[in-house]
């Protein structure tokens, strides 16, 4: 009699054994970004985004896993056809040994030829400038969104700042009305 070549198992226990399962980390599977540049949105004007990979080494990939990225002096330069990333602090992995990353490094940039043309042309121009957004994982790979910014002067803040205000105002008042039974 020939022996059985495959292993069936029952539904039930299939959905016991994926139950049992821990949830997986929201920075690792996607839901939440790695890395946020809020101040970015402050001190400069956004005018184009673009998605780019990172050429990292393992123990920088974890370490972001664990939330130790900051992007806060981060700046991405094009110089000789290739983009990089310069000032991102991807802090040590906890659980790295003598072969751990420098915290600091110059790191690449993985764009198509086109679209480091591209910024190539548009980073040239005076006053503007690549800062990365924010950092994410999709499909398990490290992702930069980077912005082509302008740089806001002071008036140009405080102006943000009061547009805002009224914005947060105005939603007020207007749920306030809602609630009063008004129309």
Not at 173 to 181: F, S, T, Y
């Amino acid at each position: 009699m020939p022996r059985q070549t495959s292993h069936v198992t029952s539904a039930a226990s299939a959905q016991a054994a994926q139950k049992a399962a821990r949830p997986r980390d929201p920075v690792a599977s996607g839901e939440r970004d790695a890395a946020q540049n809020r101040a970015a949105g402050h001190n400069y004007f956004f005018l184009e985004k673009f998605e780019a990979g990172l050429a990292l080494r393992g123990t920088e990939v974890k370490s972001i896993r664990e939330g130790k990225a900051n992007l806060r002096d981060a700046y991405g330069l094009v110089k000789d056809g290739e983009a990089f990333l310069l000032n991102l602090h991807i802090g040590p992995y906890s659980h790295g040994n003598i072969a751990n990353h420098d915290e600091t490094r110059t790191r690449k940039l993985l764009l198509h030829t086109e679209e480091i043309g591209k910024l190539l042309s548009k980073t040239q121009i005076k006053g503007h400038t690549l800062i990365p957004t924010r950092l994410y994982f999709r499909r398990g790979r490290v992702k930069c969104e980077l912005a082509l910014a302008k740089g806001k002067q002071d008036w140009d803040k405080r102006e943000t700042e009061r547009r805002r205000e009224a914005d947060r105002e105005a939603r007020a008042a207007i749920k306030a009305n809602k609630h009063r039974g008004g129309r």
